[in-house]
C-alpha cells in the first residue's frame, strides 16, 4: 500500500492521509483525493466517501504513518544507518548512499525528508528487505527531536557530522544542539555503531554516550580513519569534501567494504544542486552557486572557495543566515568583515544583513552594495549593477533557503544553461512563491 499526503502529487490507488499542517488542513483537500482515484483516506475527524473509499479514524495522522513505518521496518529487517549533525546532513547522507550503492541495495531517504512524516513515507512507499541498507538522514528543530525520529527508527549506525550554532532561535544555546544531536547515539543498542566526527569536540564527546562501538573519523592522527585511507579523487569544491569522504568511508567501513570498493565509489560523488556547485556564467565568469541554505560556518567555507578562484575579480552576493537566535547579529557582522577582507565586491541582500551593515564603520559601508531582497537584486543585475559579469570574474552566491538566493543565481547562469537540472528550487511552485 502507498501514501499520498499531497493531492498535487497523489497517484490512482494510493492512500490519502489528511495531515494538518501550519498552513493547511489536509482534510480540506479530502474530495479532490478521492478525484483523483485515492482508494482510501486516513483521517482524523470522521468525513463521508463514496462506499468504495476505505476510511481509517486515527488519533493523529501523523504518528498512524509513523508507527506503520515502525512496524514494517521490523518486519523486513534491513540495517539503518542514520544521519544527523548542524551542516552537511543531506551532502553525507548522499555520499554513503552513493558508497554503500556498490556493494547492497540501499534505500535512502530524498530531498528533505528528514522529519518523521518524511522517513516514515520513504520507509512505507517503497520496498526493501534484511539485505537493504537504510540510509536515513535526521533533521531537529528542537529539542527531543533526534529522540523522537529514533524511536520510530532504531538506528543500527549514526553518523554525527558536526555541531554549530543553528536553529539557535528555538535550541536557546549550542550545548543544547550537541545534546539533541547526541540522542541519536545514545539511541544505539550494545551491537550498534557510532561513526563520529572527532574533530569536532561536540561530536567527539558523543562517544559515552553509548556502550557500543565507535569510529572516530577526522582530519587528526588519533582518529580511526583519516585522509589516508581516502585515495579518491574527490570532484567536490569546499572543506567540508574531505568530512563527506570520511563519514562515507567510515560506514562502508562498518559494514564490510573493502578500502578499494570505498574509494571507487567516492570517485563517483557529484556537486549536488545549491551546494558549492561551480556552473558556467553569462559573459564567461564563473558561478559558485552555494544557495540551497546558509550559517555561518557553510559562509566562510564558501568565501573560502571564492578566494581560491583564479579570477581578476571575486565577487559575492551574501544573504541572510536565519535560524540565528540572539548570535544573529554577531554572526553576520562576523561573515560580512570575513567576506570585506576576501572579496573585490561585496553585495548583501536581505534585513539581517542590512542591520550589520548599519554596524560597520562608514567608510567599511561605502564599499558595499545592500538589497533588500533577492528580487530587488536580481533587477539591479540585469541592468548592470553594481558589476557587469565579464570572463575574468568569479561570483559566489550564498544564502538561507529563506532568502531565496536562488533567482541571483539564476540571474548569472550562463543563457545556454537550463537552470532547473543545476539549480535548487527550480519548480514551478517554488518559483510561484
Not at 539511541?187 to 567527539?204: E, F, R
Request: glycine share 8%; with cysteine.
Amino acid at each position: 500500500m502507498r501514501y499520498s499526503t499531497d493531492t498535487r502529487t497523489l497517484r490512482p490507488g494510493e492512500t490519502y492521509v489528511a495531515i494538518r499542517g501550519e498552513r493547511f488542513d489536509g482534510h480540506d483537500f479530502i474530495a479532490e483525493a478521492i478525484r483523483k482515484g485515492a482508494r482510501g483516506v486516513v483521517v482524523e475527524r470522521p468525513v463521508a466517501t463514496p462506499c468504495h473509499v476505505a476510511v481509517t479514524l486515527v488519533d493523529n495522522a501523523e504518528r498512524f504513518l509513523a508507527l506503520e513505518a515502525h512496524k514494517k521496518l521490523l518486519a523486513c529487517g534491513p540495517t539503518v544507518v542514520a544521519i544527523t549533525g548542524s551542516v552537511g546532513k543531506t551532502s553525507t547522507r548522499n555520499a554513503i548512499t552513493k558508497v554503500l550503492r556498490g556493494q547492497f541495495p540501499v534505500l535512502s531517504t530524498t530531498g528533505n525528508l528528514n522529519t518523521v512524516l518524511g522517513i516514515s513515507l520513504t520507509l512505507l512507499n517503497n520496498d526493501f528487505d534484511r539485505s537493504t541498507k537504510v540510509v536515513l538522514e535526521m533533521g531537529a528543530s528542537q529539542s527531543g527531536d533526534i529522540a523522537e525520529l529514533c524511536g520510530y527508527f532504531p538506528p543500527d549506525v549514526s553518523v554525527v557530522t558536526n555541531v554549530y550554532g543553528v536553529h539557535l532561535e528555538s535550541f536557546g544555546t549550542i550545548a543544547r544542539v550537541a545534546r539533541t544531536k547526541a540522542e541519536i547515539v545514545g539511541a544505539l543498542t550494545g551491537s550498534g555503531v557510532a561513526c563520529l566526527n572527532a574533530d569536532d569536540p561536540h561530536v567527539s564527546a558523543m562517544e559515552k554516550m553509548h556502550t557500543g562501538r565507535t569510529v572516530r573519523y577526522g582530519t587528526r592522527a588519533a582518529c580511526d580513519i583519516g585522509p589516508n585511507h581516502i585515495t579518491a579523487t574527490l570532484p567536490l569544491l569546499g572543506d567540508h569534501a574531505i568530512y563527506l569522504a570520511l563519514a562515507a568511508f567510515s560506514v562502508g567501513h562498518v559494514l564490510g567494504m573493502s578500502r578499494a570498493a570505498i574509494n571507487a565509489r567516492l570517485g563517483l560523488l557529484q556537486p549536488e544542486k545549491g551546494r558549492l556547485s561551480k556552473l558556467p556564467g553569462r559573459s564567461g565568469c564563473t558561478l559558485i552557486d552555494d544557495t540551497y541554505n546558509a550559517s555561518p560556518a557553510t559562509t566562510l567555507s564558501a568565501l573560502r572557495v571564492l578566494s581560491r578562484e583564479p579570477a581578476q575579480r571575486r565577487i559575492a552576493y551574501l544573504g541572510d543566515m536565519l535560524e540565528l537566535g540572539s548570535e544573529s547579529a554577531a554572526e553576520h557582522l562576523r561573515i560580512i568583515r570575513a567576506a570585506s577582507r576576501t572579496t573585490d565586491r561585496l553585495v548583501l541582500v536581505g534585513q539581517c544583513m542590512a542591520e550589520a551593515h548599519g554596524m560597520l564603520p562608514p567608510a567599511v559601508r561605502r564599499a558595499i552594495v545592500v538589497f533588500s531582497s533577492a528580487h530587488e537584486a536580481v533587477e539591479a543585475l540585469r541592468s548592470g549593477h553594481p558589476a557587469v559579469p565579464g570572463p575574468a570574474d568569479a561570483f559566489l552566491v550564498k544564502g538561507s533557503q529563506g532568502v531565496r538566493m536562488e533567482r541571483i543565481s539564476r540571474a548569472l547562469l550562463d543563457e545556454d544553461t537550463d537552470s532547473t537540472t543545476v539549480l535548487c528550487r527550480q519548480s514551478e511552485s517554488w518559483q510561484a512563491i
